[in-house]
Protein backbone atom coordinates (compact mmCIF):
# COMPACT_ATOMS: atom_id res chain seq x y z
CA UNK A 1 0.00 0.00 0.00
CA UNK A 2 0.92 3.54 -0.80
CA UNK A 3 2.28 5.48 2.05
CA UNK A 4 0.76 9.00 3.00
CA UNK A 5 3.39 11.20 2.75
CA UNK A 6 1.63 14.16 3.05
CA UNK A 7 -0.88 14.68 6.10
CA UNK A 8 -2.59 17.96 6.56
CA UNK A 9 -5.02 18.19 9.52
CA UNK A 10 -7.31 21.16 10.05
CA UNK A 11 -4.96 23.47 8.71
CA UNK A 12 -5.56 27.55 9.02
CA UNK A 13 -3.38 30.59 8.34
CA UNK A 14 -3.74 34.02 9.56
CA UNK A 15 -1.89 36.86 8.73
CA UNK A 16 -2.36 40.48 10.76
CA UNK A 17 -2.90 43.71 8.04
CA UNK A 18 -2.75 46.94 8.61
CA UNK A 19 -5.07 49.31 7.13
CA UNK A 20 -4.89 52.55 6.32
CA UNK A 21 -7.42 55.04 4.77
CA UNK A 22 -6.70 57.25 2.45
CA UNK A 23 -5.99 60.85 2.69
CA UNK A 24 -3.60 63.13 4.72
CA UNK A 25 -6.80 62.57 7.30
CA UNK A 26 -6.00 58.60 6.89
CA UNK A 27 -2.15 58.68 6.65
CA UNK A 28 -1.73 61.25 9.98
CA UNK A 29 -4.91 58.72 11.83
CA UNK A 30 -2.74 55.84 10.52
CA UNK A 31 0.90 57.37 11.83
CA UNK A 32 -0.60 57.70 15.81
CA UNK A 33 -2.79 54.88 15.68
CA UNK A 34 -2.01 51.68 13.81
CA UNK A 35 -5.10 49.25 12.93
CA UNK A 36 -4.60 46.03 12.43
CA UNK A 37 -7.11 43.20 11.70
CA UNK A 38 -6.11 39.43 11.15
CA UNK A 39 -6.97 38.12 7.96
CA UNK A 40 -7.38 34.00 7.38
CA UNK A 41 -5.97 33.17 4.60
CA UNK A 42 -6.00 29.67 5.20
CA UNK A 43 -9.10 28.25 6.64
CA UNK A 44 -9.62 24.66 8.81
CA UNK A 45 -8.02 22.35 5.49
CA UNK A 46 -7.27 18.85 5.36
CA UNK A 47 -6.30 16.23 3.13
CA UNK A 48 -3.53 13.94 2.18
CA UNK A 49 -0.77 13.37 -0.67
CA UNK A 50 0.72 9.44 -1.53
CA UNK A 51 3.90 9.54 -1.94
CA UNK A 52 5.17 9.74 -5.55
CA UNK A 53 1.68 11.86 -6.82
CA UNK A 54 1.79 14.82 -8.57
CA UNK A 55 -0.85 17.09 -7.17
CA UNK A 56 -1.89 20.44 -8.77
CA UNK A 57 -3.35 23.23 -6.75
CA UNK A 58 -5.60 25.27 -8.30
CA UNK A 59 -7.13 28.64 -7.61
CA UNK A 60 -7.63 32.52 -8.33
CA UNK A 61 -5.06 34.92 -7.18
CA UNK A 62 -4.43 35.10 -3.79
CA UNK A 63 -6.82 32.14 -3.16
CA UNK A 64 -4.16 30.86 -0.90
CA UNK A 65 -2.20 28.14 -2.99
CA UNK A 66 1.15 29.26 -2.33
CA UNK A 67 0.37 29.78 1.13
CA UNK A 68 -0.74 26.27 1.01
CA UNK A 69 3.13 24.89 -0.46
CA UNK A 70 4.64 27.49 2.13
CA UNK A 71 3.48 25.77 4.98
CA UNK A 72 3.88 22.59 3.43
CA UNK A 73 7.74 23.31 3.20
CA UNK A 74 8.33 24.61 6.91
CA UNK A 75 9.35 28.25 5.51
CA UNK A 76 6.02 29.62 7.30
CA UNK A 77 4.31 28.97 10.39
CA UNK A 78 0.74 27.73 10.89
CA UNK A 79 -1.63 29.66 13.07
CA UNK A 80 -3.47 26.38 13.61
CA UNK A 81 -3.78 22.82 12.46
CA UNK A 82 -1.31 19.94 12.02
CA UNK A 83 1.11 19.38 9.37
CA UNK A 84 3.02 16.13 8.57
CA UNK A 85 5.39 15.98 5.82
CA UNK A 86 7.40 12.30 5.21
CA UNK A 87 6.71 12.27 9.24
CA UNK A 88 8.53 15.65 10.04
CA UNK A 89 6.72 18.74 11.46
CA UNK A 90 7.88 20.96 8.28
CA UNK A 91 8.45 24.08 10.71
CA UNK A 92 10.81 22.79 12.67
CA UNK A 93 12.86 22.61 9.46
CA UNK A 94 15.24 19.54 10.79
CA UNK A 95 18.19 18.48 8.47
CA UNK A 96 17.19 15.52 7.70
CA UNK A 97 13.78 17.22 6.71
CA UNK A 98 15.35 20.05 4.42
CA UNK A 99 17.49 17.23 3.07
CA UNK A 100 14.02 15.64 1.60
CA UNK A 101 12.47 18.46 0.31
CA UNK A 102 12.95 21.37 -2.30
CA UNK A 103 10.88 24.48 -3.16
CA UNK A 104 11.11 26.37 -6.69
CA UNK A 105 9.42 29.52 -6.98
CA UNK A 106 8.70 30.94 -10.84
CA UNK A 107 10.02 34.37 -10.05
CA UNK A 108 12.50 34.19 -7.42
CA UNK A 109 16.05 32.90 -7.60
CA UNK A 110 18.42 31.42 -5.40
CA UNK A 111 21.15 31.49 -8.06
CA UNK A 112 24.20 33.30 -7.65
CA UNK A 113 23.54 36.59 -9.95
CA UNK A 114 26.72 37.46 -11.36
CA UNK A 115 28.17 33.81 -11.27
CA UNK A 116 27.93 30.49 -13.92
CA UNK A 117 25.00 28.18 -12.46
CA UNK A 118 28.14 25.87 -11.66
CA UNK A 119 29.00 27.74 -8.53
CA UNK A 120 25.67 27.90 -7.07
CA UNK A 121 25.90 23.60 -8.04
CA UNK A 122 28.62 22.90 -5.95
CA UNK A 123 27.81 25.26 -3.01
CA UNK A 124 24.22 23.92 -2.66
CA UNK A 125 26.13 20.71 -3.05
CA UNK A 126 28.38 21.44 -0.39
CA UNK A 127 25.12 22.69 1.79
CA UNK A 128 23.75 19.32 1.15
CA UNK A 129 26.73 17.47 2.30
CA UNK A 130 27.62 15.76 -0.95
CA UNK A 131 30.89 15.11 -2.14
CA UNK A 132 32.77 16.69 -5.42
CA UNK A 133 32.35 13.80 -7.34
CA UNK A 134 28.91 12.58 -6.45
CA UNK A 135 27.90 16.40 -7.00
CA UNK A 136 29.83 16.04 -10.44
CA UNK A 137 27.55 12.97 -10.78
CA UNK A 138 24.57 14.54 -10.43
CA UNK A 139 25.24 17.93 -12.01
CA UNK A 140 26.25 15.57 -15.43
CA UNK A 141 23.01 13.75 -14.79
CA UNK A 142 20.78 16.87 -14.39
CA UNK A 143 22.32 18.88 -16.94
CA UNK A 144 21.81 16.06 -19.32
CA UNK A 145 18.04 15.54 -18.40
CA UNK A 146 17.44 19.35 -19.09
CA UNK A 147 19.47 19.61 -21.80
CA UNK A 148 21.96 22.32 -20.32
CA UNK A 149 25.39 21.95 -21.29
CA UNK A 150 27.47 25.30 -21.99
CA UNK A 151 25.03 27.79 -19.74
CA UNK A 152 26.62 25.82 -17.08
CA UNK A 153 29.63 28.17 -17.42
CA UNK A 154 27.88 31.77 -18.20
CA UNK A 155 27.11 34.14 -16.00
CA UNK A 156 23.77 33.78 -14.61
CA UNK A 157 22.94 37.20 -15.67
CA UNK A 158 23.67 36.24 -19.06
CA UNK A 159 21.45 33.20 -19.45
CA UNK A 160 17.71 33.80 -21.21
CA UNK A 161 14.85 33.01 -19.03
CA UNK A 162 14.67 29.10 -19.72
CA UNK A 163 18.39 28.76 -19.11
CA UNK A 164 18.40 30.38 -15.89
CA UNK A 165 15.19 28.46 -15.02
CA UNK A 166 16.01 24.93 -15.94
CA UNK A 167 19.44 26.01 -13.99
CA UNK A 168 17.19 26.77 -10.90
CA UNK A 169 15.52 23.63 -11.37
CA UNK A 170 19.13 21.81 -11.65
CA UNK A 171 20.28 23.76 -8.39
CA UNK A 172 17.32 22.53 -6.58
CA UNK A 173 17.17 19.01 -7.35
CA UNK A 174 20.93 18.64 -6.95
CA UNK A 175 20.34 17.28 -3.27
CA UNK A 176 17.65 14.52 -4.92
CA UNK A 177 14.57 15.70 -2.52
CA UNK A 178 12.06 13.33 -2.92
CA UNK A 179 9.36 16.10 -2.26
CA UNK A 180 9.26 18.78 -4.38
CA UNK A 181 6.71 21.82 -3.92
CA UNK A 182 6.48 24.19 -7.06
CA UNK A 183 5.35 27.61 -7.08
CA UNK A 184 4.43 28.47 -10.70
CA UNK A 185 7.54 26.70 -12.21
CA UNK A 186 6.80 27.58 -15.66
CA UNK A 187 6.16 31.43 -15.17
CA UNK A 188 7.43 33.19 -18.22
CA UNK A 189 8.55 30.55 -20.07
CA UNK A 190 7.73 30.56 -24.23
CA UNK A 191 5.74 27.10 -25.19
CA UNK A 192 8.65 25.04 -25.78
CA UNK A 193 10.44 25.56 -22.75
CA UNK A 194 7.47 24.65 -20.67
CA UNK A 195 6.84 21.90 -22.57
CA UNK A 196 10.85 20.55 -21.81
CA UNK A 197 10.11 21.41 -18.13
CA UNK A 198 6.86 19.30 -18.05
CA UNK A 199 8.57 16.61 -19.43
CA UNK A 200 11.24 16.74 -17.40
CA UNK A 201 9.16 16.94 -14.36
CA UNK A 202 7.25 13.27 -15.59
CA UNK A 203 10.56 11.86 -16.15
CA UNK A 204 11.89 12.64 -12.62
CA UNK A 205 8.15 11.60 -10.82
CA UNK A 206 9.28 8.15 -12.92
CA UNK A 207 12.55 7.83 -12.08
CA UNK A 208 12.54 8.79 -8.43
CA UNK A 209 9.14 8.11 -7.23
CA UNK A 210 9.12 12.33 -6.13
CA UNK A 211 5.98 13.59 -4.64
CA UNK A 212 5.16 16.98 -6.35
CA UNK A 213 2.83 19.36 -5.05
CA UNK A 214 2.26 22.31 -7.91
CA UNK A 215 0.59 25.35 -8.07
CA UNK A 216 0.26 27.09 -11.78
CA UNK A 217 -1.94 29.16 -13.96
CA UNK A 218 -1.03 27.52 -17.02
CA UNK A 219 -3.90 24.62 -17.48
CA UNK A 220 -1.60 22.77 -19.77
CA UNK A 221 1.00 22.15 -16.67
CA UNK A 222 -1.52 21.13 -14.50
CA UNK A 223 -3.35 18.53 -17.33
CA UNK A 224 -0.73 16.95 -18.37
CA UNK A 225 1.53 16.24 -14.98
CA UNK A 226 -1.52 15.62 -12.38
CA UNK A 227 -3.65 13.58 -12.10
CA UNK A 228 -5.15 14.82 -8.78
CA UNK A 229 -6.23 18.47 -8.21
CA UNK A 230 -7.00 20.61 -5.20
CA UNK A 231 -8.93 23.51 -5.63
CA UNK A 232 -8.33 26.79 -3.38
CA UNK A 233 -11.29 28.73 -3.27
CA UNK A 234 -10.81 31.71 -0.68
CA UNK A 235 -8.69 29.81 1.47
CA UNK A 236 -10.63 26.68 1.85
CA UNK A 237 -10.68 23.28 -0.66
CA UNK A 238 -13.40 23.66 -2.85
CA UNK A 239 -12.47 20.34 -4.71
CA UNK A 240 -10.14 17.08 -3.67
CA UNK A 241 -10.09 14.64 -6.43
CA UNK A 242 -9.26 13.43 -9.88
CA UNK A 243 -8.99 16.03 -12.51
CA UNK A 244 -10.93 14.42 -15.48
CA UNK A 245 -13.88 13.55 -13.07
CA UNK A 246 -13.71 17.90 -12.13
CA UNK A 247 -13.76 18.12 -15.92
CA UNK A 248 -16.41 15.59 -16.95
CA UNK A 249 -18.46 17.78 -13.27
CA UNK A 250 -17.61 20.89 -15.16
CA UNK A 251 -18.21 20.08 -18.83
CA UNK A 252 -20.56 17.49 -19.26
CA UNK A 253 -21.02 17.90 -22.89
CA UNK A 254 -19.16 18.30 -26.00
CA UNK A 255 -19.47 20.74 -29.01
CA UNK A 256 -20.18 18.85 -32.58
CA UNK A 257 -19.41 20.61 -35.34
CA UNK A 258 -21.39 18.81 -38.36
CA UNK A 259 -20.73 19.69 -41.96
CA UNK A 260 -23.92 18.74 -44.26
CA UNK A 261 -23.85 18.61 -47.80
CA UNK A 262 -27.51 20.12 -48.61
CA UNK A 263 -28.50 23.60 -46.49
CA UNK A 264 -32.04 21.05 -46.52
CA UNK A 265 -30.03 18.33 -44.28
CA UNK A 266 -29.13 21.28 -42.21
CA UNK A 267 -32.09 22.91 -41.81
CA UNK A 268 -33.74 19.30 -40.88
CA UNK A 269 -30.88 18.81 -38.43
CA UNK A 270 -31.88 21.81 -36.79
CA UNK A 271 -35.40 20.75 -36.06
CA UNK A 272 -34.44 17.41 -35.28
CA UNK A 273 -34.26 18.06 -31.48
CA UNK A 274 -30.48 18.39 -30.75
CA UNK A 275 -29.44 21.49 -28.51
CA UNK A 276 -28.22 23.86 -31.54
CA UNK A 277 -25.22 25.99 -30.58
CA UNK A 278 -24.94 27.77 -33.60
CA UNK A 279 -25.61 27.49 -37.51
CA UNK A 280 -24.62 28.73 -40.86
CA UNK A 281 -25.62 28.00 -44.00
CA UNK A 282 -25.01 23.98 -44.69
CA UNK A 283 -22.53 23.73 -41.03
CA UNK A 284 -24.60 23.66 -38.17
CA UNK A 285 -22.61 23.26 -34.40
CA UNK A 286 -24.57 21.24 -31.70
CA UNK A 287 -24.01 20.41 -28.03
CA UNK A 288 -24.46 16.54 -27.02
CA UNK A 289 -23.78 14.88 -23.52
CA UNK A 290 -21.22 13.38 -22.64
CA UNK A 291 -23.14 9.91 -22.28
CA UNK A 292 -25.06 9.83 -25.24
CA UNK A 293 -22.10 10.71 -27.70
CA UNK A 294 -22.49 7.58 -29.61
CA UNK A 295 -25.88 7.04 -29.87
CA UNK A 296 -26.09 10.08 -31.06
CA UNK A 297 -23.49 10.33 -33.94
CA UNK A 298 -25.20 6.93 -35.01
CA UNK A 299 -28.60 8.63 -35.49
CA UNK A 300 -26.83 11.63 -37.11
CA UNK A 301 -24.85 9.42 -39.64
CA UNK A 302 -27.64 7.54 -40.38
CA UNK A 303 -30.34 9.78 -41.32
CA UNK A 304 -28.16 12.64 -42.50
CA UNK A 305 -25.98 13.42 -45.24
CA UNK A 306 -22.58 14.47 -43.59
CA UNK A 307 -20.01 15.83 -45.61
CA UNK A 308 -17.66 15.90 -42.25
CA UNK A 309 -17.70 15.98 -38.57
CA UNK A 310 -15.64 17.54 -35.81
CA UNK A 311 -16.21 16.74 -31.83
CA UNK A 312 -14.72 19.68 -30.20
CA UNK A 313 -13.47 19.16 -26.03
CA UNK A 314 -14.73 22.64 -25.05
CA UNK A 315 -11.27 25.02 -24.26
CA UNK A 316 -9.51 23.65 -20.50
CA UNK A 317 -9.23 27.29 -19.73
CA UNK A 318 -12.36 27.66 -19.62
CA UNK A 319 -13.92 25.00 -17.80
CA UNK A 320 -11.38 25.51 -15.18
CA UNK A 321 -11.85 29.42 -14.63
CA UNK A 322 -15.51 27.75 -13.49
CA UNK A 323 -13.55 26.09 -10.48
CA UNK A 324 -11.91 29.38 -9.60
CA UNK A 325 -14.83 31.04 -8.89
CA UNK A 326 -16.96 28.33 -7.38
CA UNK A 327 -17.24 27.63 -3.89
CA UNK A 328 -17.35 23.86 -3.33
CA UNK A 329 -17.96 21.30 -6.07
CA UNK A 330 -19.69 18.12 -4.55
CA UNK A 331 -18.41 14.83 -6.82
CA UNK B 1 32.80 15.46 12.12
CA UNK B 2 30.18 17.88 12.09
CA UNK B 3 33.11 20.74 12.82
CA UNK B 4 34.65 19.36 9.54
CA UNK B 5 31.28 19.38 7.30
CA UNK B 6 30.66 23.39 8.77
CA UNK B 7 33.72 24.16 7.71
CA UNK B 8 33.17 22.24 4.28
CA UNK B 9 30.35 24.08 3.79
CA UNK B 10 32.21 27.76 4.86
CA UNK B 11 34.78 26.91 3.14
CA UNK B 12 32.66 26.57 -0.23
CA UNK B 13 30.63 29.32 1.13
CA UNK B 14 33.53 31.33 1.07
CA UNK B 15 35.21 30.43 -1.97
CA UNK B 16 32.05 31.13 -3.84
CA UNK B 17 31.59 34.77 -2.62
CA UNK B 18 35.44 35.32 -3.01
CA UNK B 19 34.86 34.83 -6.84
CA UNK B 20 31.51 36.73 -6.73
CA UNK B 21 33.26 39.79 -4.50
CA UNK B 22 35.96 39.83 -7.55
CA UNK B 23 33.41 40.88 -9.85
CA UNK B 24 32.70 44.20 -7.39
CA UNK B 25 36.21 44.89 -7.34
CA UNK B 26 36.45 48.25 -8.24
CA UNK B 27 32.94 49.32 -6.24
CA UNK B 28 35.08 47.31 -3.09
CA UNK B 29 38.56 49.41 -3.81
CA UNK B 30 36.10 52.78 -3.80
CA UNK B 31 34.60 51.24 -0.37
CA UNK B 32 37.81 50.75 1.01
CA UNK B 33 39.08 54.32 0.13
CA UNK B 34 35.63 55.67 1.69
CA UNK B 35 37.28 54.26 5.08
CA UNK B 36 39.74 56.87 5.63
CA UNK B 37 38.13 58.88 8.03
CA UNK B 38 40.74 57.89 11.08
CA UNK B 39 43.10 59.28 8.85
CA UNK B 40 41.34 62.96 8.91
CA UNK B 41 40.92 62.52 12.82
CA UNK B 42 44.47 62.12 12.61
CA UNK B 43 45.16 65.43 10.87
CA UNK B 44 42.58 67.12 13.06
CA UNK B 45 44.76 65.68 16.22
CA UNK B 46 47.77 66.08 15.09
CA UNK B 47 47.05 70.21 13.61
CA UNK B 48 45.56 71.28 17.24
CA UNK B 49 48.16 68.91 19.07
CA UNK B 50 45.89 67.55 20.81
CA UNK B 51 47.85 64.28 21.81
CA UNK B 52 49.82 66.25 24.40
CA UNK B 53 46.88 66.39 26.66
CA UNK B 54 46.71 62.34 26.72
CA UNK B 55 50.36 62.15 26.15
CA UNK B 56 50.71 60.32 23.10
CA UNK B 57 53.22 60.83 20.66
CA UNK B 58 52.50 61.57 17.08
CA UNK B 59 54.21 58.74 16.10
CA UNK B 60 52.31 56.68 18.28
CA UNK B 61 49.01 58.55 17.59
CA UNK B 62 49.56 58.23 13.58
CA UNK B 63 49.76 54.61 14.28
CA UNK B 64 46.71 54.38 16.00
CA UNK B 65 44.59 55.76 13.41
CA UNK B 66 46.42 53.52 10.70
CA UNK B 67 45.37 50.87 12.85
CA UNK B 68 42.04 52.14 13.15
CA UNK B 69 41.98 52.41 9.35
CA UNK B 70 42.58 48.60 9.24
CA UNK B 71 40.68 47.11 12.21
CA UNK B 72 37.27 49.41 10.68
CA UNK B 73 38.48 47.76 6.90
CA UNK B 74 38.30 44.28 8.36
CA UNK B 75 35.35 44.65 10.54
CA UNK B 76 33.04 47.06 9.10
CA UNK B 77 29.25 45.06 8.63
CA UNK B 78 26.14 46.03 6.83
CA UNK B 79 24.49 42.54 7.65
CA UNK B 80 21.30 44.06 8.46
CA UNK B 81 20.73 46.26 5.03
CA UNK B 82 21.19 43.24 3.39
CA UNK B 83 19.14 41.06 5.38
CA UNK B 84 16.17 43.84 5.44
CA UNK B 85 16.16 43.94 1.67
CA UNK B 86 16.59 40.25 1.09
CA UNK B 87 13.98 39.41 3.85
CA UNK B 88 11.37 42.27 2.64
CA UNK B 89 12.01 41.04 -0.57
CA UNK B 90 11.70 37.65 0.05
CA UNK B 91 14.46 36.30 -1.31
CA UNK B 92 16.26 34.50 1.86
CA UNK B 93 12.50 32.34 1.19
CA UNK B 94 14.97 29.66 -0.71
CA UNK B 95 17.97 30.00 1.89
CA UNK B 96 15.74 28.95 4.80
CA UNK B 97 14.50 25.56 3.23
CA UNK B 98 18.40 24.75 3.09
CA UNK B 99 20.38 23.01 5.70
CA UNK B 100 22.52 26.23 6.83
CA UNK B 101 21.29 28.90 8.22
CA UNK B 102 21.13 31.89 6.01
CA UNK B 103 23.13 34.18 8.07
CA UNK B 104 26.15 31.50 7.48
CA UNK B 105 25.57 33.82 3.87
CA UNK B 106 25.87 36.82 4.85
CA UNK B 107 29.38 35.83 6.93
CA UNK B 108 30.60 34.41 4.06
CA UNK B 109 29.98 37.23 2.05
CA UNK B 110 31.54 40.08 4.70
CA UNK B 111 34.92 37.80 4.90
CA UNK B 112 35.50 37.18 1.37
CA UNK B 113 34.40 40.83 1.07
CA UNK B 114 37.55 41.37 3.29
CA UNK B 115 39.96 39.76 1.33
CA UNK B 116 39.31 41.28 -1.42
CA UNK B 117 39.99 44.35 0.48
CA UNK B 118 43.52 43.48 1.82
CA UNK B 119 45.24 44.43 -0.92
CA UNK B 120 43.45 48.32 -1.85
CA UNK B 121 44.44 48.55 2.39
CA UNK B 122 47.44 47.51 1.75
CA UNK B 123 48.39 50.54 -1.11
CA UNK B 124 46.75 52.79 1.13
CA UNK B 125 48.96 52.01 3.85
CA UNK B 126 51.53 52.08 1.89
CA UNK B 127 51.01 55.50 0.33
CA UNK B 128 50.45 56.59 4.32
CA UNK B 129 53.54 55.66 5.37
CA UNK B 130 55.14 57.38 1.93
CA UNK B 131 53.78 60.49 3.85
CA UNK B 132 54.69 59.62 7.73
CA UNK B 133 57.89 57.82 7.04
CA UNK B 134 58.69 58.24 10.87
CA UNK B 135 54.81 55.86 11.52
CA UNK B 136 56.93 52.60 9.87
CA UNK B 137 57.11 50.08 12.46
CA UNK B 138 56.94 46.41 12.42
CA UNK B 139 54.96 44.52 15.07
CA UNK B 140 56.16 41.56 16.56
CA UNK B 141 54.87 38.27 15.21
CA UNK B 142 53.07 37.51 18.58
CA UNK B 143 51.05 41.40 18.34
CA UNK B 144 50.24 40.92 14.82
CA UNK B 145 48.49 37.14 15.70
CA UNK B 146 46.58 38.57 18.98
CA UNK B 147 45.58 41.65 16.50
CA UNK B 148 44.45 39.62 13.97
CA UNK B 149 42.50 37.71 16.42
CA UNK B 150 40.98 40.72 18.27
CA UNK B 151 40.33 41.97 14.93
CA UNK B 152 38.23 39.29 13.88
CA UNK B 153 36.82 39.35 17.64
CA UNK B 154 35.61 42.94 16.76
CA UNK B 155 33.87 41.86 13.54
CA UNK B 156 32.11 38.76 14.99
CA UNK B 157 30.51 41.76 17.45
CA UNK B 158 29.52 43.70 15.47
CA UNK B 159 28.43 41.02 12.89
CA UNK B 160 26.33 39.37 16.12
CA UNK B 161 25.09 42.62 17.09
CA UNK B 162 23.41 43.68 13.56
CA UNK B 163 22.49 40.25 12.85
CA UNK B 164 20.20 40.39 16.37
CA UNK B 165 18.62 44.28 15.09
CA UNK B 166 18.27 42.08 11.42
CA UNK B 167 16.43 39.56 12.94
CA UNK B 168 13.96 42.53 13.87
CA UNK B 169 12.78 42.66 10.33
CA UNK B 170 10.51 39.94 11.02
CA UNK B 171 8.49 41.80 13.52
CA UNK B 172 9.06 45.35 11.99
CA UNK B 173 9.91 46.32 8.42
CA UNK B 174 12.73 48.59 8.56
CA UNK B 175 14.85 47.09 11.20
CA UNK B 176 17.92 49.30 10.14
CA UNK B 177 16.59 52.42 11.12
CA UNK B 178 17.63 51.05 14.60
CA UNK B 179 20.74 50.07 13.63
CA UNK B 180 20.93 53.96 12.98
CA UNK B 181 20.73 54.57 16.88
CA UNK B 182 23.58 52.52 16.99
CA UNK B 183 25.94 54.14 14.74
CA UNK B 184 26.56 57.33 17.13
CA UNK B 185 27.65 55.36 19.93
CA UNK B 186 29.71 53.32 17.50
CA UNK B 187 31.23 56.32 15.86
CA UNK B 188 32.16 58.27 19.25
CA UNK B 189 32.89 55.23 21.61
CA UNK B 190 34.81 52.68 19.73
CA UNK B 191 38.28 54.75 19.23
CA UNK B 192 37.08 55.98 15.27
CA UNK B 193 37.54 59.44 16.12
CA UNK B 194 39.09 59.58 18.94
CA UNK B 195 41.17 56.60 21.06
CA UNK B 196 39.40 56.33 24.36
CA UNK B 197 41.95 57.20 26.28
CA UNK B 198 41.53 60.51 25.77
CA UNK B 199 37.92 60.91 27.16
CA UNK B 200 37.16 61.79 30.97
CA UNK B 201 37.84 58.95 33.39
CA UNK B 202 34.21 58.69 34.53
CA UNK B 203 32.70 58.49 31.13
CA UNK B 204 35.62 55.85 30.46
CA UNK B 205 34.83 53.34 32.92
CA UNK B 206 31.30 53.11 31.83
CA UNK B 207 32.59 52.91 28.54
CA UNK B 208 34.75 50.25 28.98
CA UNK B 209 31.53 48.37 30.32
CA UNK B 210 29.81 48.62 26.50
CA UNK B 211 31.14 46.46 23.30
CA UNK B 212 32.17 49.95 21.48
CA UNK B 213 35.73 50.33 22.73
CA UNK B 214 36.25 46.67 21.86
CA UNK B 215 35.53 47.11 18.52
CA UNK B 216 38.23 49.50 17.02
CA UNK B 217 39.96 51.25 20.08
CA UNK B 218 41.27 47.83 21.32
CA UNK B 219 42.41 46.18 18.26
CA UNK B 220 43.74 49.14 16.96
CA UNK B 221 46.15 50.17 20.15
CA UNK B 222 47.25 46.35 20.30
CA UNK B 223 48.62 46.60 16.62
CA UNK B 224 50.02 49.85 17.17
CA UNK B 225 52.20 49.04 20.18
CA UNK B 226 49.75 51.40 22.30
CA UNK B 227 49.40 50.89 26.25
CA UNK B 228 46.60 48.58 26.24
CA UNK B 229 45.08 45.37 28.78
CA UNK B 230 45.61 42.77 26.45
CA UNK B 231 44.40 40.12 28.80
CA UNK B 232 40.93 42.11 29.57
CA UNK B 233 40.40 43.62 26.05
CA UNK B 234 40.59 39.96 24.76
CA UNK B 235 38.37 38.43 27.69
CA UNK B 236 35.89 41.82 26.96
CA UNK B 237 35.64 40.63 23.65
CA UNK B 238 34.77 37.01 23.97
CA UNK B 239 32.28 37.86 26.92
CA UNK B 240 30.16 39.92 24.41
CA UNK B 241 30.21 37.22 22.06
CA UNK B 242 28.93 34.67 24.63
CA UNK B 243 26.35 37.05 25.42
CA UNK B 244 25.05 38.31 22.21
CA UNK B 245 25.28 34.58 20.44
CA UNK B 246 22.19 33.21 22.69
CA UNK B 247 20.41 36.07 22.15
CA UNK B 248 20.72 35.96 18.45
CA UNK B 249 19.71 32.39 18.23
CA UNK B 250 16.43 33.00 20.54
CA UNK B 251 15.70 36.18 18.47
CA UNK B 252 16.33 34.20 15.20
CA UNK B 253 14.12 30.95 16.28
CA UNK B 254 11.12 33.44 17.50
CA UNK B 255 11.18 35.22 14.24
CA UNK B 256 11.15 33.07 11.46
CA UNK B 257 7.82 32.34 13.24
CA UNK B 258 6.54 35.16 12.17
CA UNK B 259 8.18 34.90 8.76
CA UNK B 260 5.27 35.64 5.99
CA UNK B 261 7.87 35.21 2.86
CA UNK B 262 6.44 38.39 1.47
CA UNK B 263 7.19 39.22 -1.49
CA UNK B 264 7.64 35.34 -2.90
Known amino acids: ?331 | MISNLINRKIFTLLKVQYSNMLEYRVEIALWAISGIIPFFMLNIWTNNNLNESINISDVLLSRYFLCAFFVRQFSVVWVVFSFEEDSLMGKISPYLIQPLNPFFRYFAQHLAEQITRFPFALIIAFVFFIFNPESIWIPNLGILILSILSTFLSFLIQFLIQSILACLCFWTERASSIERLLFIPTLFLSGLLAPVVSFPAYVKSWIYLTPFPYLIDFPANLLSGNETNISRGLSMQILWIFLLFPLFKKIWSEGTKKYTAMGS
Open chain 1, 1 to 331: MVQNIIDVRNLSKSFDISSKEPGLKGTIKHFFRRQTKSLKVIKDISFEIKEGEIVGFLGANGAGKTTILKMLCGLIYPSEGSILVSGYLPFRRKENFLKKITLIMGQKQQLIWDLPPIESFYLNASIYDLDKFEAKKRIKKLSEMLEIDEELFIPVRKLSLGQRMKSELLAALIHEPNILFLDEPTLGLDINAQRNLRKFLQIYNKETNATICLTSHYMKDITSLCKRVICVHEGAISYDGKLDLLLKKLSPVKEILIVCRSEEDSIKLQNYGFTVKNKTKNEITIEIENNSITSSLKTILNNFDIEDLFINEPPIDEVIGKVLIKKDYDI
